[in-house]
Structures are given as structure tokens and as C-alpha cells.
């Protein structure tokens, strides 16, 4: 079968790769939607996992089930299935711990592009299919439960990670789609102010469909400054970090209230240390904690995002700028994601 790879740091192509085998909790899926992702590009070009060779890459899609081992209960050849990104060991003591996504060892539930061949193949393997499929919907559409794979059950962990409250502030730094999705999410959990960082227009009116209510840019002086200016002095309640780098802590400690939280889903793809502001963290005793974290996938995950889309309290749509028909574009929508043009936020290829 075809795959589209990372052949090694800095280098991607196409290559030719026996169809996944299925084991007996397993199951093979023919993808109908593919979406790439900004992980992708850390990946492959800072190479932040470390050197992988003809990995076939791609972690967000949703398919037809094509075979299933025979200790798979809930699903049969032929079912349109959704998939997430990260697909724990459900049986794994990680997992019993609540903490799936590091199942067999810190982050070793995010398989797809990682430690194997991801979804950007003709076929893709998925493990404990049982725990790691759910039916699609018939109201969720191939490109929205791409959506659900990675950037609805990432931008909301944010949310969670955060602990957002009735009535927070909510800085939200970064507004790619991951970020988008944390609005969305702080706006479902009744946030109040949520003031984005974030330059791209496109991400901008989005962000405004979500819930947004202020926005400030990275790009014109301090983010801390720009926070207390808007809050009059007071700070943020809750931070969801989507976007930056190593350095983005120092300035949202600074603009976080004692006894705030900060959610991280920011897969810091380069530099050594993350620096905490002495002072502004209370000398250690102003009770800001930071907590950062991959997302945690599974089937009830998935079917619990998807109800918020059957019922119309979530939209994905907004995050889709860009469509492509045909498996063969994997590649286009990847080096869209690498470039990231102004209008982009999200490319999904049709299959
Ligand atoms: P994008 O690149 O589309 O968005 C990044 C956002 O951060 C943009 O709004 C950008 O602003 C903003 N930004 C850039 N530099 C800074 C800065 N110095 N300070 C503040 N904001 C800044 O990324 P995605 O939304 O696709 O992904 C966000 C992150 O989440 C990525 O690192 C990705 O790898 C990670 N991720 C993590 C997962 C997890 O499970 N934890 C899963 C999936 C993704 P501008 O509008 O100017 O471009
Ligand atoms: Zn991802």
C-alpha cells in the first residue's frame, strides 16, 4: 500500500509499505477523511521525537472499518468508524492509573506518527479497537469527526487542565485550531472574559464565533503588560496554553491571579528549559500551578465530543479553510500545515 512518510528529520515522501496486520483486539481502517497537524510539522522538521525513518505520518482521520480481529465485540467490517489521535493500551496499568495517554510509558499512548505508521496510508492499525473506535454518527460528517481526532479532545483537555470555572477570566494563547477549540471549550464551560493571543485573521473570526471576547498579539509587547492593561491590573483566572514556545510561561505567570491555573497542550517542539518568573510566582507560594498534558484518547471521549456536535453545541466547521479531494493531496494539505498561510486554519482531504 501507498503512505505518505517522514523519511527522515527535514524529509517527507511517498513509499510503498506492506497493509498493516491485524491482531486480535485489532482492526484495519480504510480512511474517508485525513487532516494534518501542527504535531506533524514539529515531527518531521524540528524533529522533536527524535529521528524516525519512513514512518508513514498523520494522526487525525476517520474511515471504514476494512478487517477486525476476532476478539473485537462492538464493530464489524464495513462500519464508519471515528478514530483518535492517541490510542492507549486500555489494559495497561497507566491506563487504570487515569492516565491513558501514557500507557507503556510517558506519552506512549500517542502512537499514530510516533512510535508507528500514522493514518496517511491507503490502511492504517488500530489497537484495542474496542477502546479506541466509535461509530460515526450519522450527523458528523467524515471532516468533522476529523476534527474530533485531535483538535476538539486536545483544545477541551486544555480546558480541563485549566479547571475552568463559572465566571473565569481565560487567557488562551495560541488560537491555531487547537486553540480554537480551547475557546470553544472555556465558552462551554462558562467562562467569562476569554481573551486570545493570536495574529491570523482567519483564527481571529473564528475565535469570535467561539466565544471570544478580547484579543491581543504576540507581536506588539508583553502579553502580561497587554493582560493587566485589560483587566485592570487583577490578571487571569485560568490560562490555556495552544501556542508559543519555551518562553510563553514566564510572561502568563505574570498575568495569572494567585491560586490560578494553567492548562498546556503546547507540544514544545525545541528549546532545553521552561522559566518560571521567580517574583510572580509568589517566590513558590503564590499557588500558580501549571500542568501540562497529551490529550487522553478513547471511544467515550470520542462518543461524548461527537454528542456536542449531534445536538449543535459545537461547530468544527469554522476550523476547515481549506478541502482537498483525493488521498494523493495527503501531501498538499501536510505542506499547507508546514507553511501556514494567512487564511489557513485547518486543511481536511477527502478520500
Ligand atoms: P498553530 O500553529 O495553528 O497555532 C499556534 C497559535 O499560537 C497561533 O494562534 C499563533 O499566532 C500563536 N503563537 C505563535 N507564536 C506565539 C507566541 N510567541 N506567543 C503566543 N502565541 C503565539 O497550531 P495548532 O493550533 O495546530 O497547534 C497548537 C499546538 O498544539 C502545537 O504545538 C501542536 O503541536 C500542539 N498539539 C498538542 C496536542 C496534545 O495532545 N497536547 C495534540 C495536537 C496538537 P498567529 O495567529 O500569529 O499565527
Ligand atoms: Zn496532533
Redesign the pocket.
Known amino acids: 500500500m501507498k503512505g505518505f512518510a517522514m523519511l527522515e528529520i527535514g524529509k517527507t515522501g511517498w513509499i510503498e509499505k506492506e497493509r498493516p496486520k491485524c491482531g486480535p483486539l485489532d482492526a484495519i481502517i480504510r480512511p474517508l477523511a485525513l487532516s494534518p497537524?501542527?504535531?506533524d510539522?514539529?515531527t518531521v522538521w524540528e524533529g522533536a521525537l527524535g529521528d524516525r525513518h519512513n514512518m508513514i505520518l498523520g494522526h487525525e482521520g476517520c474511515g471504514v472499518v476494512e478487517e477486525v480481529g476476532e476478539l473485537v465485540k462492538d464493530f464489524k467490517v464495513g462500519d464508519r468508524v471515528m478514530v483518535a489521535?492517541?490510542t492507549p493500551d486500555w489494559s495497561s496499568l497507566e491506563a487504570q492509573g487515569g492516565y491513558p495517554?501514557h500507557s507503556g510509558g510517558m506519552l506512549s499512548g500517542?502512537k499514530f506518527s510516533n512510535f508507528k505508521d500514522g493514518v496517511f496510508g491507503e490502511y492504517f492499525h488500530v489497537n484495542d479497537a474496542d477502546g479506541n473506535l466509535a461509530h460515526m454518527p450519522e450527523a458528523v460528517s467524515p471532516e468533522e469527526a476529523c476534527m474530533l481526532s485531535?483538535?476538539v479532545?486536545?483544545g477541551f483537555?486544555g480546558v480541563e487542565l485549566a479547571d475552568i470555572q463559572f465566571g473565569d477570566t481565560v487567557l488562551v494563547?495560541?488560537?491555531?485550531?487547537?486553540?480554537?477549540m480551547s475557546v470553544a471549550g472555556a465558552n462551554l464551560r462558562g467562562a467569562s472574559r476569554i481573551i486570545c493571543?493570536?495574529?491570523?485573521p482567519a483564527?481571529r473570526e473564528a475565535a469570535k464565533k467561539y466565544g471570544a471576547t478580547d484579543f491581543i498579539?504576540?507581536?506588539e509587547g508583553s502579553?502580561d503588560e497587554q493582560v493587566l492593561e485589560l483587566t485592570g491590573g487583577k490578571g487571569v483566572d485560568k490560562a490555556i496554553v495552544?501556542?508559543?514556545?519555551v518562553?510563553?510561561f514566564d510572561p502568563i505567570i505574570k498575568a495569572l491571579k494567585p491560586g490560578g491555573k494553567i492548562g498546556n497542550?503546547?507540544?514544545?517542539?525545541s528549546g532545553t528549559y521552561v522559566t518560571i518568573p521567580r517574583v510572580e510566582w509568589g517566590c513558590g507560594m503564590g499557588h500558580k500551578m501549571i500542568t501540562g498534558?497529551?490529550?487522553p484518547g478513547g471511544r467515550l471521549r470520542l462518543e461524548k465530543l461527537a454528542s456536542l456536535i449531534e445536538v449543535g453545541k459545537l461547530d468544527v466547521r469554522h476550523l476547515i479553510t481549506h478541502r482537498f479531494d483525493g488521498f494523493e493531496h495527503v501531501e498538499d494539505a501536510l505542506m499547507l500545515?508546514k507553511d501556514?498561510p494567512a487564511d489557513l486554519?485547518?486543511p481536511v482531504v477527502n478520500i
Open positions: 497537524c501542527t504535531s510539522i514539529h489521535a492517541i495517554m500517542w485531535d483538535m479532545p486536545t483537555h494563547n495560541g488560537i491555531g485550531p487547537v486553540g480554537l493571543v493570536g495574529t491570523r483564527c498579539s504576540y507581536k502579553i495552544a501556542g508559543g514556545g518562553e510563553s497542550v503546547n507540544y514544545l517542539g498534558g497529551l490529550m500545515m501556514k486554519i485547518k
